[in-house]
């Protein structure tokens, strides 16, 4: 089982790359994200690979970081993700937006990928939910939404949470940015949360993130 690979960048094409290791080539499968992330052909790489073996064939899956090669992992144990699916998604969504998206259950974060519909979208959102809860996020390190309320505040302010949220997207906001903004606000608001200045706080914390 190959679990990583350094050595020469040789080419690269559409979802793939090849790679150079002592005069060895091996051709690893890439999301357009990780594609976009190496150097310059000749250069010095290094891939953490998942390794498929089927009856007909051995494929490799390259990715640049260990936070990618283990969201492709979580991804493809959801029925209909397999390893095309969740390299587009991989290749539209960072993995940490795979999993903000995930915890906020924005489904239209999904929309636009080939290969997730709908009903997808909502399996991928309920089945990795919990999975997800403490994958390491890299670009928004905030937690869960229930669990910073209960954490925070008692049963109903949960509630609050969703309340807001869905002001903030019927204002216009994103569902992942409002929630990632709700978010933060429960953490500053803390026990005496309130839905007037939950809701206040987190606008307070869209325009700051605007600007």
């Known amino acids: 089982m190959i679990a990583k690979l350094r050595g020469l960048l040789d080419s690269t ?7 150079d290791v002592n ?24 891939f953490n690979v998942e390794t498929h073996v089927r009856e007909d064939h ?25 390893a095309k699916v969740g390299l587009a998604i991989l290749s539209a969504l960072s993995s940490s937006q795979v999993t903000q ?37 890299t670009e928004y390190q905030i937690d869960s939404a229930v669990p910073v309320a209960a954490k925070k505040v008692d049963a109903p302010a949960a509630n609050i949470v969703e309340e807001a949220v869905s002001a903030l997207v ?19 608001e803390g026990e005496m949360v309130t839905l007037p200045s939950l809701i206040k706080e987190s606008l307070r914390e869209l325009g700051s993130a605007d600007g």
Not at 13 to 19: C, E, K, V, Y
Not at 105 to 119: E, H, M, N, Q, R
Not at 170 to 186: D, Q, W
């Open 101 to 137: 998206a995930i915890v906020a259950a924005d489904i239209s974060a999904f929309k636009k990928i080939g290969g997730v519909g709908p009903k997808l979208a909502s399996r991928l959102i309920t089945e990795l939910k919990d999975k997800l809860s403490s994958f390491p996020l």
């Open 170 to 188: 019927n204002l216009g906001y994103g569902r992942t940015a409002a929630f990632s903004s709700v978010t933060r606000a429960v953490q500053n």
């Open 58 to 82: 051995i494929h490799l899956y390259g990715f640049t970081t260990d936070a990618d090669r283990e969201m492709f992992r979580i991804l493809t144990t959801v029925q209909g993700v397999g």
């Open 13 to 19: 094409g559409d979802g793939w790359a090849i790679l």
């Open 23 to 46: 005069g060895v080539g091996y051709m690893l499968f890439c999301g357009a994200r990780t594609l976009a992330s190496l150097p310059a052909r000749g250069e010095v790489v290094e």
